[in-house]
């Protein structure tokens, strides 16, 4: 079996930590992810969601990419509606020129945060429909030719940075399909519809220049431990880190309130958001991926480690990366 793991990094903020301390832990753990041999690092656009920093993700990425040497780092991904495909192709293009050969661009549709700071966004209310052809428009931007006489994205034309489509539904895969793009699937907080999206997308996937045959990236979470009770702990506090994010939109959830939560009914839908979730000491969480990869036929896995603060967290990411020779037997 040989399947790559790479990393996507939300620059979790632990509750005792400042969002400084969270960038500071994501250049390193890009080092720690280098050094290991994990074959790329991608960050997400969310916003005003206290517990993640990563809202500017190409500022981000270019951070993390003058404090490395080799490993490849993208955005997992861009929520495409927010934003114009020339200013994206501007500053992938950007990236991409001043680190050849080691930016990726995955795309979302989905806006990453809530309705109220979506209007803030200044976005049009109808831009999530015409992701499709923004696609096709920013693939052409960084293309060689020109979309329009005389329209360019300077830099980005003739980079040709790789795209991804990122999604959790039928939708996305199908995209990806038409357009001959690798698929990235949200299996690590949306896996309802991880088998039937691999399957359509396999099936109707048409080659294109920069993908020849159809490529799966499935995302799982990780919480790699040095003990069973470390690991158990701070799969708890993921859970109670969820449900806030999931319930506390526009209201402040406390300790008690959370707890009640996870006591209730709700926490059904906690549990299933975290349905693909490795815990454990290395070993175990080695044996889960390998199972995960064989069920699904992923051809990468994306695991993003839930741990509850930046130390926790770099270990987790060395300790699976001391388990890496079981990926390539």
């Not at 795309?107 to 809530?114: N, S």
């Amino acid at each position: 079996m040989s399947v790559p793991l790479s990393i996507l990094d939300l620059a979790a903020v632990g509750r005792e930590e400042t969002i400084a301390e969270s960038f500071a832990g994501s250049v390193e753990l890009a080092r720690l992810a280098e050094r290991g041999g994990y074959r790329r690092i991608w960050y997400a656009e969310h916003h005003n969601i206290s517990s993640i920093a990563s809202s500017a993700t190409a500022v981000l990425i270019a951070h993390i990419a003058a404090r490395t040497e080799t490993i490849r780092l993208g955005a997992g991904g861009v929520m495409l509606p927010n934003h114009s495909p020339l200013l994206i192709a501007e500053q992938f293009g950007t990236l991409e020129t001043l680190h050849p050969g080691r930016i990726d661009l995955g795309l979302g549709r989905a806006p990453g945060t809530d309705q109220r700071t979506w209007m803030a966004l200044r976005r049009d209310p109808a831009a999530g429909e015409r992701f499709s052809e923004d696609v096709v428009e920013l693939q052409r931007f960084l293309g060689d030719e020109e979309p329009l006489p005389g329209l360019r994205a300077i830099p980005g034309q003739g980079t040709h940075v790789p795209l991804y489509i990122l999604g959790s539904s039928l939708f996305g895969a199908e995209l990806a399909a038409e357009l001959g793009l690798p698929y990235a699937f949200a299996s690590h907080f949306a896996p309802r519809f991880l088998h039937e999206a691999i399957t359509v997308y396999r099936e109707q996937f048409k080659p294109s220049r920069q993908q020849p045959e159809p490529y799966v990236i499935a995302g799982v979470g990780v919480i790699a431990a040095e003990t069973p009770e470390s690991a158990a702990a701070q799969h708890e506090a993921a859970r109670r880190i969820r449900a806030r994010a999931l319930f506390g939109r526009g209201r402040k959830l406390g300790d008690e309130d959370i707890a009640a939560l996870l006591a209730s009914p709700q926490a059904a839908a906690v549990d299933e958001m975290l349905a693909y979730t490795a815990v454990g000491l290395a070993d175990e969480v080695a044996a889960y991926l390998q199972n995960f990869a064989a069920e699904t036929e992923a051809d990468e896995l994306m695991t993003v480690h839930y741990s509850d603060s930046v130390p926790n967290r770099l270990r987790s990411v060395e300790l699976l990366a001391g388990c890496f020779p079981a990926f390539s037997d």
